[in-house]
């Protein structure tokens, strides 16, 4: 077979991806074996292929690829999220664009549209990731709202609510105005965004005009009608007026005793409030008093509960103000708090404003400022359920977060978790099944179905004649994570049929690699999940990769145009070449700063690895030469060499270093296989090489494509096929992982030590010009009683017609240290002995010079007090090397003269 000069990507990650697959190599069904199982997290049903994903998936295959090489059942479930918020915020856009209203629709037929968006754009991430070269089963490729997954949500919830886990209750959720639907806590990001702090006047009624409460007049009356005194307090959101409903002091602030039992004027609306006292009231915060508006903060609706207020929402559903919003009404609330402030200043009520930092809460799906809004909703009491999940992590250990320090964030989360709001005003997702039949808050029953419904609402109210179009279904939808949640379950039908063959035997999972900002949103809830249905974990170990940045360490994104497009890279660099640049910098949990070089990284080291199998397969193969030495003991060294590197690699997949483990094998193929192992063995020009040796050559290439395919699948599949003609059960994606076995340890001491002697005789070459096809001497002080069994090597490789052992200095050479050991390469007539004698001359006035300063340094107490332990190392460590580079120097010299 003709082997191409340049290896070319395109011309086969599609060959041997289809090959991959026609094989069906990919697939997993219950054996005999040990699973090893890995469930994707699953990417937005309408998402892209990002960065993020591509080193995500890249880990994902490294892990999966290595388990099929060692022999267990390798399974790696796909799928898609359905995202209820991204995707119906897509489809809503969509319709508008065609001007169709989502309200003028039903839900079914809202749903046939967000059906279609699905069928029409769905999926095309999970193509693209074949291209990355993942390995997934893809005949188990879930959805979040395949039937049967969906099925497992509804029963999970039925479930939950009939232990009393689940309830419904009027609380105060947050809402996004731009997706007009709540979000639990964990999905709002606060961020410290500059605004103002203005300082608003509120009249107090003098007792005559302090009869009434609530009283909206038609237009407010002139404040200077209402008396002289006031009560200025001050707020970050003076759009919120139209909703107070009392203003508190504090009982224990004596500025404000005057006021206790009166009632104060809201600008602009005239509502007469009461003024109430707590002790919540922070005397230092703003002027020490506060206005209250119980349906817009959090706490004001704790003090409106206790104190009895009324409660006034003044916003609609978009965050624009409703009618008890006045002249403000169907305006945004930005813009209403800029237009307030100055009809605030205009009559008079408006002190003045101030910057203040705020921390502001926005949504991390949609990036709007989020509202605090009551609202009937679900909520999953979690006090109790959480127990389990913290006391696997962080108490006995069964679950390991890589790395470690993200325990910390583990703990803080679930220590300090509150009650999850699980219901979403979408339609899209798997509509809550509780169905109502009265008025009443508490008329409705919980079921899988309607028909079941029926029969529980006809127990319920005793009201045998009920049918099923008296039931009304709950119109929201569950939280997208209440589905992901179930995913290590739910792909196996683990929550349907946990006596099924598949859950048995795949669940629990082995390992979950996903990015740390979900490490609550999913990974936690997973466990918690977990334990609640099998009393057991979902995965082994969590590998939290970081996060990928550019040079400038920003966030990768569409808005910086800083992100490129993963397909573009692997048109330029080829799949092997991503994959490798991603790696070698992602070390767990620490993000990447990312750079187009680390995929010509990768792209140089495909070159590398394919230059050195042609070099290979170019020897022409003789049975009648004997093995020379120098070859016999390549060989035993690079087997050692390669049992060396093999336990590191496992030592390092062990702990989840999978950058280290592949900068191992890195080095491994091209310091020691390509660079010395290669060189050494390598025939003289023209000439054959000994069978035994190239079959050993061969062999050791095969070890090394067995350690590189998890990383490059592509290359490696390539060069293994063309090796040899392989049957289908040969092909390298399930051949078997190299075995570990016992090596001389001494033989690698010894090569590191032929190594250096080799680099002083190069050194020498390159610094006189002596060409490689000029043979030398090299004779020898063995001071350290160096073991000789490479010498065979530095002969080959220094081109020495002899390799004598002395035991004194030779005069007349030129010479260099390795330790103890003196080498020494007697001169020719080609090097003008004058000019070498005053070179070296030159170079030790400079080391010496050099070394002076350095002790200096050394000798200076307020410097060794001062520096920090690793500066002085290194500065103890300039200090041999000079002591060492001068007495070469003088052992040349002495020679020379």
Request: one cysteine or more.
């Amino acid at each position: 077979m003709i082997i191409p000069a340049q290896f070319d990507a395109k011309s086969i990650e599609d060959k041997w991806y289809d090959y991959w697959l026609k094989n069906n190599y990919f697939h997993s069904e219950p054996d005999h074996r040990t699973p090893y199982t890995i469930v994707i997290p699953p990417p937005n049903v309408t998402g892209v292929l990002h960065m993020g994903h591509m080193l995500n998936n890249t880990i994902q295959d490294v892990l999966i690829r290595r388990a099929r090489l060692k022999g267990f059942n390798a399974c790696w479930v796909p799928g898609t999220d359905h995202a209820s918020i991204a995707t119906e915020a897509k489809v809503v856009a969509k319709l508008k664009a065609q001007g169709i209203n989502k309200n003028d629709l039903t839900r079914d037929e809202f749903l046939t549209h967000a059906w279609e968006w699905t069928d029409k754009y769905g999926g095309v991430i999970l193509e693209q990731l074949k291209k990355l070269g993942a390995s997934c089963d893809w005949e188990r490729t879930k959805f979040t709202m395949d039937p049967d997954m969906s099925a497992s949500v509804i029963k999970s919830f039925v479930d939950l609510y009939n232990k009393g886990l689940i309830y419904r209750g009027f609380r105060m959720v947050n809402w996004d105005p731009e997706a007009k639907t709540t979000l639990s806590d964990e999905e709002v990001i606060y961020e410290e965004q500059k605004g103002k702090l203005y300082f608003v006047k509120y009249k107090i009624l003098s007792p005559a005009l302090s009869k009434g409460e609530g009283a909206v007049t038609d237009s407010s009356p002139p404040l200077k009608a209402l008396g002289e005194e006031y009560i200025t307090i001050a707020t970050t959101r003076p759009e919120t007026i139209f909703g107070d409903t009392a203003i508190c002091i504090n009982p224990n602030d004596e500025r404000f005793a005057h006021l206790k039992g009166k009632k104060a004027v809201v600008p602009i609306c005239g509502r007469v409030i009461p003024i109430i006292e707590d002790e919540y009231v922070d005397i230092e915060f703003g002027t020490g008093c506060l206005k209250v508006t119980p349906a817009h903060d959090m706490n004001d609706m704790a003090l409106g509960e206790k104190h009895n207020l009324e409660i006034v929402d003044i916003f609609n559903d978009d965050a624009t103000l409703n009618s008890f919003g006045l002249h403000y009404q169907g305006k945004d609330r930005f813009i209403v708090r800029e237009e307030i402030a100055k009809e605030l200043e205009t009559i008079g009520a408006l002190a003045k404003t101030e910057i203040h930092l705020n921390k502001v809460g926005t949504s991390e799906r949609t990036k709007a400022v989020i509202e605090p809004r009551l609202s009937d909703q679900w909520f999953l009491k979690m006090e109790d359920l959480v127990k389990p999940a913290i006391q696997s992590v962080l108490v006995d250990g069964d679950i390991k977060l890589h790395p470690a320090r993200f325990n910390n964030t583990y703990a803080h989360w679930l220590n300090n978790i509150r009650d999850w709001n699980i219901s979403r005003q979408l339609w899209w997702g798997q509509q809550i099944p509780a169905y109502f039949y009265g008025d009443a808050k508490e008329d409705f029953v919980v079921a899988e179905n309607i028909n079941d419904a029926l029969v529980l609402a006809k127990e319920k109210t005793k009201n045998y004649g009920l049918s099923i179009a008296d039931l009304t279904q709950d119109v929201d939808a569950l939280d997208t994570w209440f589905s992901s949640w179930l995913w290590p379950m739910s792909v196996f039908g683990g929550i349907m049929d946990p006596e099924s063959e598949d859950f048995k035997y795949y669940y629990p999972t082995n390992d979950l690699v996903t990015g740390p900002d979900i490490l609550f949103f999913w990974v936690a809830r997973m466990i918690i999940a977990g334990y609640e249905y099998t009393d057991k974990k979902p995965f082994t170990n969590v590998y939290l990769t970081g996060l990928v940045r550019d040079k400038q360490r920003r966030k990768m994104s569409k808005s910086l145009g800083n992100s490129p497009d993963p397909l573009d890279l692997i048109e330029k660099f080829g799949a092997d070449g991503v994959r490798v640049g991603l790696l070698l910098s992602a070390s767990a949990g620490n993000d990447i700063m990312f750079d187009e070089e680390l995929c010509n990284q990768g792209k140089a080291f495909t070159n590398k690895i394919w230059n050195a199998f042609k070099l290979i397969k170019g020897w022409e193969v003789s049975d009648a030469i004997a093995q020379p030495e120098s070859s016999k003991v390549a060989v035993e060294w690079y087997e050692a060499k390669f049992q060396q590197t093999l336990l590191e690699i496992e030592d390092n997949f062990e702990k989840y270093r999978i950058s280290d483990a592949l900068m191992a094998i890195y080095k491994l193929v091209w310091d020691d296989f390509c660079s010395w192992f290669l060189e050494i063995i390598k025939p003289g020009y023209q000439q054959p090489i000994d069978s035994l040796t190239f079959a050993k050559a061969i062999e050791m290439l095969e070890n090394n494509l067995k350690l590189l395919h998890p990383f490059m699948p592509f290359l490696t599949e390539e060069i293994w096929q063309i090796i040899a003609e392989r049957t289908t059960d040969q092909a390298l994606i399930v051949s078997t992982w190299p075995e570990i076995k016992p090596f001389n340890a001494g033989l690698i001491t010894d090569f590191d030590h032929t190594i250096e002697i080799i680099s002083g005789i190069r050194t020498i070459r390159k610094d006189k010009n002596i060409a490689f096809k000029d043979a030398i001497e090299l004779k020898v002080i063995n001071n350290d009683k160096t073991s000789k069994y490479f010498d065979w090597v530095v002969i080959k490789l220094g081109n020495i017609t002899t390799l004598e052992y002395v035991s004194d200095k030779v005069d007349g050479a030129l010479s260099f240290r390795v330790k103890s050991n003196e080498y020494f390469i007697p001169i020719t007539g080609n090097i003008d002995l004058e000019a070498e004698i005053a070179k070296l001359n030159t170079e030790l006035v400079y080391t010496q010079g050099f070394l002076k300063s350095v002790q200096n340094k050394l000798t200076n107490e307020k410097f060794v007090a001062g520096a920090p332990e690793k500066v002085l190392a290194n500065e103890r460590q300039k200090e041999a090397d000079s002591l060492a580079k001068i007495a070469t120097i003088e052992q040349s010299l002495s020679g020379l003269k």
